[in-house]
Structure formats: structure tokens, C-alpha cells
């Protein structure tokens, strides 16, 4: 199993157009069988703050996560994996990638 806890600071007036695409991947992970939770949060004492906490079964289903996000919003000319379309909304992000033991 992969959680993944993934903090981001919107660029200061696109959080309503950050809030959409991300809206985008959870619709998109809920449609896998291999999404065990996924949730999107924002902040309550600062509107560009968000967190997005999820648990696929495993890192390969992240992976197939990642690449259907593609489909969705856009293909990602980055080597990270996500779309750029999500990332150039950004400001800051932090990403915490965790396995379970």
C-alpha cells in the first residue's frame, strides 16, 4: 500500500482554477479499483493552502493513477509525471510519499 500526503500552495489568484483540476483527480481516482481513500482538503486560515491525502494498493497503481490523470487534464512534459497544467498553478508543493510497514 502507497499514502501519499501532498501539501500545495496555490499561486495567489488561480486557487479557484487549482480547485477544479484537483476536484478532476479525485473524480479520477475514485473511479479506481485501486484507490483505497483519496480526500482534498483547503485550509481554513489560508485560501491557497490544500492538502490531498490518498492510499493506493500499491505504487504501480499510483502509477496507472498518474497516467489517467493525463487523460483527463493533459499530458505532463515534466519528469515528475503530473500534468503540467497542474503544476504551473503552484507556488509551492510538498510531497510525502509513504509506505506502510
Given at each position: 500500500?502507497?499514502?501519499?500526503v501532498y501539501r500545495v500552495?496555490?499561486?495567489?489568484?488561480?486557487?479557484r482554477q487549482f480547485e477544479k483540476i484537483a476536484l478532476k483527480c479525485v473524480e479520477c481516482a475514485h473511479e479506481?479499483?485501486?484507490?483505497?481513500?483519496?480526500?482534498f482538503f483547503k485550509s481554513l486560515t489560508n485560501s491557497r493552502e490544500f492538502l490531498v491525502y490518498y492510499k493506493f494498493a500499491s505504487k504501480k497503481a499510483q502509477d496507472v493513477h498518474i497516467e489517467n490523470l493525463h487523460k483527463k487534464i493533459r499530458p505532463a512534459e515534466n519528469k515528475r509525471g503530473l500534468p503540467d497544467k497542474f503544476l504551473s498553478l503552484l507556488d509551492e508543493e510538498e510531497v510525502v510519499l509513504l509506505k506502510l510497514k
Open positions: 500500500m502507497v499514502t501519499v500552495l496555490a499561486k495567489k489568484g488561480k486557487e479506481s479499483k485501486n484507490c483505497i481513500s483519496y480526500a
